[in-house]
């Protein structure tokens, strides 16, 4: 995170992520504007003339685990700071949104889980998840249809017949809000199969 200073010389938390912000058309840079680092050829993602990095800005995050038993345990983490949406959540909602000056304005939010892990036995455990994040939005910037918070309930059941191999299902209810008021529900039955090499 940093804070960048606009052509009228106003300043705000951004990250450099519009668009055009990082020369992509370069052969030497990756699809995110990053060096390829291919050759000796050192080429510097460019930043727009008209944006200048003021100072970085705090992303608060802590969590851990803990035993509760032999059997049990809970998992929790709590996010909270500007510009981190697209860490969370696969991309629900942006990290900034572009003033009418052609800033960025970072977006707050805060993000956190808890979890409770149970092992039957060394072949079956299960999980109870409860996640949801919610989102400061500038409607003025972002409009009605952004997302204003997202939150979920899974269940899920492993079980490991070998000792590499994996098989399980979850269902998982989820609830997403918009800042126009309008939400949507989904319920959703998964089921996967991991073999570990």
């Known amino acids: 995170m940093c804070r960048l200073e606009g052509p009228g010389g106003r300043s705000r938390s951004r990250e450099l992520e519009a668009p055009g912000g990082l020369e992509r058309t370069s052969p030497h840079l990756d699809a995110l504007g990053h060096p390829r680092g291919d050759g000796d050829d050192r ?4 930043v727009p003339a008209d944006l200048r990095v003021l100072e970085s800005t705090p992303l608060e995050d802590g969590g851990g685990a803990d035993s509760a038993g032999s059997n049990d345990d809970l998992r929790y983490q709590l996010t909270f700071g500007s510009g981190f949406s697209r860490y969370i959540g696969l991309g629900v909602t942006g990290d900034s949104a572009l003033d009418l000056d052609g800033n960025l304005d970072a977006l707050d939010g805060v993000a956190g889980f808890v979890g409770w892990r149970h092992l039957f036995s060394t072949a079956w455990r299960t999980n109870l998840i409860y996640a949801r ?4 939005n500038d409607i003025t910037l972002t409009g009605g249809s952004a997302t204003k918070s997202v939150q ?3 269940w899920n059941v492993f079980y490991t017949p070998l000792p590499k191999l994996d098989i399980g299902a979850e269902l998982m ?3 997403r809000e918009i800042e126009n ?3 949507g529900d989904l319920t959703r039955l998964q089921f996967t199969t991991k073999y570990s090499f």
């Open 43 to 46: 080429v510097e993602p460019q």
């Open 173 to 175: 209810f989820g609830q």
């Open 181 to 183: 008021g309008l939400d």
């Open 152 to 154: 979920s309930l899974r």
């Open 133 to 136: 994040s919610q989102y400061d």
